[in-house]
């Protein structure tokens, strides 16, 4: 089914932004892209934008390979009115990590369990490995071609959430790889894979190896520094490489917060629920069964007492006991 014969009439005669979720990843990055080109083709301009920052690693190494102009909500604020359309794309409103801005968000694509039921006049939420995989299908479905830099980033995106279809993949994502594989670069896709990491990022890996903390099959660990959200989400996959852990917590304190990362491969443990729950009280979060992200905000940590990163130990594990896993 062409979804956009459904799409389209929202977003013309207005001026469209495409929203990620706040720090946005290569999926969210490749999904804005590819939605944005795709428009293009059908005469609608939209602009992309996000709240939060570009992280060093893969995100930054996309816009850079791509050319791909990506605003901060900071930059668009003064000029963005209520009339504007907003397409969320690898995000849902109220879902923790995103922030609501100006404008009437119309439409949501993304791939995430929905944890606040909104009404949108298009809803596209669908469980794949990867939200850049129902980008993919919008170009096949209305028979459109990607362009060589929408095809490898989109392609870029999916390896990276299914953590090259090792993780949460679907019959679609892989379908959707081979929809994309003949338009790709792959020395462009190769180039973006490689590299990933800065020497600096080393001092965390440290420290997260010295601080790990394990409960009978949960892994805890904590850097007491500002992590990047990419870096994080890479530290807990690592923790989960252990074989006596099957459930990585991770944490980064930083000056806005609590930065958390939750990696499953217990069955009976739902990362994003895990999230969701523990945080309801003092944060936000949420995921997939297999990862999750939360935050808790600088200004509730003192709700937290002198030992912030205890207490949060304490409400996953209390989640987790409820639920016979701990």
């Not at 428009?39 to 609608?44: F, I, K, N, R, S």
């Not at 404008?103 to 939420?125: N, Q, S």
């Given at each position: ?42 005469g609608v301009e ?119 279809l090792t993780r ?133 940590l003192p709700e ?23």
């Amino acid at each position: 089914m062409n979804r956009l014969n459904d799409l389209l009439p929202l977003c013309r005669g207005h001026r469209v932004y495409i929203q990620t979720h706040n720090f946005p990843d290569p999926d969210a990055i490749a999904s804005a892209f590819g939605l944005q080109k795709l428009l293009a083709v059908y005469g609608v301009e939209a602009t992309l934008c996000y709240d939060g920052k570009i992280d060093r690693l893969g995100a930054s190494k996309m816009l850079d390979t791509f050319h791909i102009q990506m605003f901060p909500y900071a930059d668009l604020a003064a000029d963005m009115r209520e009339t504007d359309r907003i397409i969320c794309v690898d995000t849902q409103k109220n879902a923790g990590n995103v922030t609501d801005l100006t404008g009437d968000e119309v439409a949501c694509i993304d791939h995430h369990p929905t944890f606040v039921p909104v009404e949108y006049r298009y809803r596209d939420i669908r469980r794949t490995g990867a939200c850049a995989t129902l980008i993919a299908e919008y170009y096949a479905a209305s028979g459109n071609i990607p362009d060589s830099d929408a095809a490898t980033a989109l392609l870029y995106g999916i390896k990276m959430d299914t953590l090259n279809l090792t993780r949460g993949a679907t019959a679609l994502d892989i379908e959707m790889l081979g929809f994309l594989f003949p338009y790709s670069d792959p020395d462009t896709e190769a180039g973006l894979e490689r590299n990933n990491m800065e020497f600096a990022d080393l001092k965390a890996y440290g420290t997260a190896i010295q601080n790990i903390e394990l409960y009978d099959k949960t892994g805890f660990s904590r850097v007491p520094f500002p992590c990047p959200d990419a870096l994080i989400a890479i530290l807990s996959d690592f923790i989960l490489t252990l074989i006596e852990v099957e459930v990585a917590v991770v944490a980064s304190f930083r000056e806005d917060g609590v930065k958390l990362s939750v990696r499953s491969e217990d069955p009976n443990v739902h990362a994003g629920d895990l999230l969701h729950e523990a945080l309801r009280d003092i944060g936000s979060g949420g995921g997939h069964a297999f990862m999750g992200g939360g935050f808790i905000g600088a200004e509730r940590l003192p709700e937290l007492g002198n030992y912030p990163w205890a207490r949060i130990r304490e409400l996953f594990l209390a989640v987790l006991a409820k639920h016979g896993r701990a």
